[in-house]
């Protein structure tokens, strides 16, 4: 008996061959779009696809805010006073700094690309081939990465700056799961089941991950025998200073319990710094006796719940002002006519996308969970659309889709990943969380980002078919893992002798932070052209 499930082939795709030309009959919104020329159509599709990453840039700042929230929920915790016998309510952060490092901000990060990636799982769902947008995406994602955002946070401190790393130890231990994860994938599609996917081998990807979690977290508490032994740098007390910003206080009744409603011209001005998370909160401390600690936590909370049904509905209300506000307070300020239309135009393009993300609730709301989860519905949403749009112009141009997703897809879903790193290393005082940020996103990618789509196509495959996940263009895969691994070596060696010539990874000399820079832009044309090249079948 034949299998019906066969590699996709331009018939899957949409594509007729007329007279010995093929012609894309795939469309986005209505049939009529075949008929226009195949030069505008990919215009069209590309233009999109532009459009489409804005909107993700857009929707990623209200995921940061939300995150933010969430990690800097702190809870109450009531101690004995061994010397006056009394109680001691002290605050502290239920978030540890690396363990939000590696699961809220990588994870936040790279969510563009797991959306891409699952999407394209669950729609090849019943096929025996796995599709090749996912992994490509996610593969030139950590290309992207590893060398472009390199190159651009090694430029961001001032000339004769130094930002070097604090914990070495949790750096180093970030790094080796990283690498060990594009080993791991190696040795999965070409040393134990060459050019296919078995149940246990996408379990093991995706329980990877929590060795990670748990092994950085070991290292950042400095376990016994599971931790390196080096000693963590002195950190600021302020790991991240803060840019100036407007505030209004609403006072309660305890002030160090009072709620700051952060006021601006426009919504990107009231944009949270991702990196707070590190900020150091202080701790309350509150000495109280006997029974007033139950009355004066119940006047607390009655008078938390009054003031957020205070000003929960009219930050919300004032998201959608701010979203149909197309000239700010700033704009007005310019001198130059022309450059004031240009940002006019620029917020016209964005108000569509804005008003739609107001429906997302103040990040205020149950400590930013709301928020959280409305973001990551809609940035699904978009990598869907995304997909199509990608499968519609390798269809009328026929270009392989790995190549776009090497190129165009890796750099519009990165986008938030050079975001966060550059405002790491603008505002942080060490090159933590700026390289961390890059390590931890690239060991996202595989063990979450291509482990839960193989896991979810191998799983259904072995329930209906009692057959593994097969991977199309194995060998193209493969071969972009070792470009990918030899060139990530010759960045990991110039960052260390940089930190043994320099003291540190980012910054110095502008000269030599410029030629680092190109050195590291280079490497990434090299991965570019050697693996689109392959998965074409050129080389």
Known sequence: MTSVHKPPSNSTLGVSSTL????????????GETALGEAFRTFLYCLGLAYC?????????????????????????????????????????VWNYTIADITLLAFGTSFPQISLATIDALRNLGDLYA?????????????????????VCVLVPKAGELKKISDLGVWIVELFWSFWAYFWLYIILKVWTPDIVTLWEALLTVLQFGLLVVHAYAQDKRWP????????GERPEDWVPGEGAAYKHVDSVDDEHSEIIQIGENDERRIVDIFSIHSRSETVYHNVQGSDLADSSNELLQSEIKLEEFHVLSLWKQQFVDALMLESAETKKLNSICVQALRIL????????????????????????????????????IAYVVTQLTDLISCVTGINAYVIAFTALASGTSWPDLVASKIAAERQTTADSAIANITCSNSVNIYFGIGVPWLIDTAYNFIVYREPLRIQNAAGL????????????????VLVLRRLTL??????????????????????????VLSSLKVSGII
């Open 478 to 493: 493969s071969f972009c893992l070792l470009v990918f691994f030899s060139t990530s070596v010759g960045c990991i060696s």
């Open 225 to 232: 025998y599971v931790s390196l032994p080096l000693a963590r």
């Open 20 to 31: 010995g030309h093929e012609v894309c009959e795939s469309y986005l919104l209505f049939p």
């Open 346 to 381: 620029w917020q016209s393009l964005l108000a569509p996308w804005r008003l739609m993300f107001a429906l997302v609730p103040p990040c205020q709301i149950a400590n930013g969970w709301v928020a959280f989860i409305c973001s990551l519905i809609f940035i699904s949403g």
């Open 131 to 151: 599709g090749g947008l996912g992994p490509g995406t996610l593969v030139g994602s950590a290309a992207f990465d590893l060398f472009p955002i390199h190159a």
């Open 503 to 528: 003291g540190a990874e980012l910054g110095g000399p502008k000269p030599w932070a410029w030629l680092t820079s190109i050195y590291f832009m280079l490497l990434w044309l090299i991965f570019v």
């Open 53 to 93: 990453f804005i909107g993700l840039s857009a929707i990623t700042a209200r995921f940061f805010r939300s995150m933010a929230n969430v990690v800097k929920q702190t809870r109450e915790v009531v101690e004995i006073d061994p010397h006056t016998n009394s109680m001691v309510v002290r605050r502290e952060k």
